[in-house]
């Protein structure tokens, strides 16, 4: 990444270069998160009444909320910035999953 931004000739090549190596990175810690939240229910769920169990489970669903909650935050704040900075409606989109071989119309339409 930092290569690629060393060879950008301007400002404007620079930023593209962050946000398509961003729009690569958001979607794998959405689905990071999503995971530590689901292992920790998993974890809760099966805990059987051991409180060891219990409060592990309870701190990766915390943490996987916290993750998820900041990611949205800070999306909400960069899409606000810039209609703010740039003054235009044309705000960059959410972060969504990679387009998958074969299933590109079940993904997005």
């Known amino acids: 990444m930092l290569i ?4 950008a000739q301007t400002f404007g ?4 270069v ?3 190596n961003l729009r690569l990175v958001v979607p794998i810690l959405f689905l990071v998160a999503t995971i530590v939240f689901l292992w920790g229910v998993i974890i809760y769920i ?8 219990i409060k592990t ?4 669903i915390i943490w996987g909320l916290v993750g998820l909650f900041v990611m949205v935050a800070v999306w ?14 044309a705000l960059p ?3 969504q999953l990679p387009d998958l ?3 590109r119309g079940i993904i997005s339409p």
Request: hydrophobic residues 35%; proline residues 7%; charged residues 15%.
């Open 101 to 103: 071989p074969g299933i």
């Open 4 to 7: 690629n931004i060393a060879e």
């Open 46 to 53: 099966t805990a059987g009444g051991d409180e060891k169990k």
């Open 76 to 89: 909400g704040l960069v899409r606000l910035l810039v209609s703010f900075i740039f003054g235009t409606t």
């Open 93 to 95: 989109p959410s972060p």
């Open 13 to 16: 090549t620079a930023v593209n």
């Open 57 to 60: 489970g309870h701190q990766y």
């Open 18 to 20: 962050i946000t398509n």
